[in-house]
């Protein structure tokens, strides 16, 4: 198992395919220094989401491989792994219940106490205490009670309760209004402090609260630098 991680991640030398003759990622070397976070980007097909279903071993990979702390993560349970890396989904997945059940997904032992101070930390509480019944509102999976940005700080609240060393944060792409932007912005930066996190970003925004920046083409990494330096 991986018992208190710090969150080194390294690919080494990874190649993948998901059909024979057909590399997805040809030779991925990819090292991410505990705390630091880090930003995918590339054109579709570039290899962003398989870069991250090898980290949470939805696949192995054919060459090379995934440390965690110096560990081979096919060396751990599988279980232990997603308890050390979360998951922000791009379409945020909500489920049918209440908002309070939403954000202790994982958690099911949280307080209302933390769950109250995982919402506030990222800028969900006031909206919450918008809704008819507060933390007891019920929502739908594809419910529309909730934008597409408060599904998103939901999301953040419930990453946050969860506390993972790792975090994946795969951006949704739906446009946001600029409150709420600013809002996601702020609680981005408390979700990605003391955390390894691997960021498929599509907002500038996003990517600038990068430390590294990691440009894909083609299942390469073509460039990979600072802000500043891309
Ligand atoms: P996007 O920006 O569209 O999400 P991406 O950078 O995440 O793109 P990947 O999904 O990693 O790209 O895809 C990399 C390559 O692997 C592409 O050529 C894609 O067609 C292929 N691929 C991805 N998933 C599968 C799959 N489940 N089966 C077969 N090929 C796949
Ligand atoms: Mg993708």
Request: no cysteine.
């Given at each position: 198992p991986l018992p208190s991680i710090r969150g080194d991640v390294h690919f080494d030398n990874i190649v993948f395919e998901?059909?024979?003759?057909?590399?997805?990622?040809?030779?991925i070397s990819l090292h991410a220094k505990a705390g630091q976070s880090i930003a995918l980007v590339g054109h579709?097909?570039?290899?962003k989401s398989t870069i991250i279903n090898l980290l949470c071993r939805f696949y192995d990979p054919v060459q090379g491989r995934v440390l965690i702390d110096g560990t081979?993560?096919?060396?751990?349970t599988i279980s232990s792994l997603r308890s050390q890396v979360g998951i922000v989904m791009q379409d945020t997945f909500i489920f049918g219940g209440s908002i309070r059940d939403n954000i202790r997904y994982g958690r099911l032992d949280a307080t209302h106490e933390e769950i109250v101070a995982a919402a506030k930390a990222v800028n969900a509480h006031d909206f919450i205490m918008g809704?008819?019944?507060?933390?007891d509102t019920q929502v739908e999976?594809?419910?529309?009670?909730?934008?597409m940005g408060q599904r998103q700080l939901l999301s953040f609240a419930r990453a946050l309760l969860a506390d993972p060393k790792i975090l994946i944060l795969d951006e949704a792409t739906a446009s946001i209004d600029t409150e709420t932007e600013l809002k996601i912005q702020e609680a981005l930066k408390t979700l990605l402090e003391g955390r390894t996190s691997f960021m498929i970003a599509h907002r500038l925004s996003t990517i600038r609260h990068a430390d590294e920046i990691v440009v894909l083409d083609h299942g390469e990494i073509v460039e990979q630098g600072n802000h500043e330096a891309l």
């Open positions: 998901y059909e024979k003759g057909r590399p997805a990622l040809k030779g579709t097909g570039s290899g081979d993560i096919r060396d751990v809704l008819p019944d507060g933390y999976e594809r419910g529309n009670v909730l934008s």
